[in-house]
């Protein structure tokens, strides 16, 4: 990988048809909240789809967190702030894809 290249860590969510909003609104908040509790992020992001293809295929949110390093990201999953975040999924969450790539 070349110097300057950073690791991207990619999350699609795709939420239950009856998951409530508020439901929803809260797992985008709590996830927003994992950059200030676990070190090593060097960036994150979020955003809903927007794409007019209708390839989604379900999912409607996308996350990105960035890392410098294998070593950060392999921090960050088992950090217990992250851990905690993965437990609260599973009322509101149909279903997630997760890609990490190094970035070209």
């Keep these: 990988m070349p110097a300057t290249s950073t690791l991207r860590h990619v999350v699609l969510f795709s939420f239950k048809d009856d998951a409530p909003a508020d439901a929803v609104n809260a797992v985008v908040s709590d996830f927003g909240k994992l950059p200030q509790e676990i070190p090593g992020?060097?960036?994150?992001?979020?955003?809903?789809?927007?794409?007019?293809?209708?390839?989604?295929?379900?999912?409607?949110?996308?996350?990105?967190?960035?890392?410098?390093?294998?070593?950060?990201?392999?921090?960050?999953?088992?950090?217990?702030?992250?851990?905690?975040?993965?437990?609260?999924?599973?009322?509101?969450?149909?279903r997630?894809?997760?890609i990490d790539y190094w970035t070209q």
């Design 41 to 94: 992020i060097a960036a994150y992001e979020w955003g809903t789809n927007v794409s007019p293809e209708g390839l989604n295929n379900g999912f409607t949110h996308c996350f990105t967190l960035t890392f410098a390093s294998d070593e950060d990201r392999d921090a960050y999953l088992v950090h217990p702030a992250h851990q905690r975040f993965v437990g609260t999924l599973g009322s509101c969450l149909e």
């Design 96 to 98: 997630s894809l997760v």
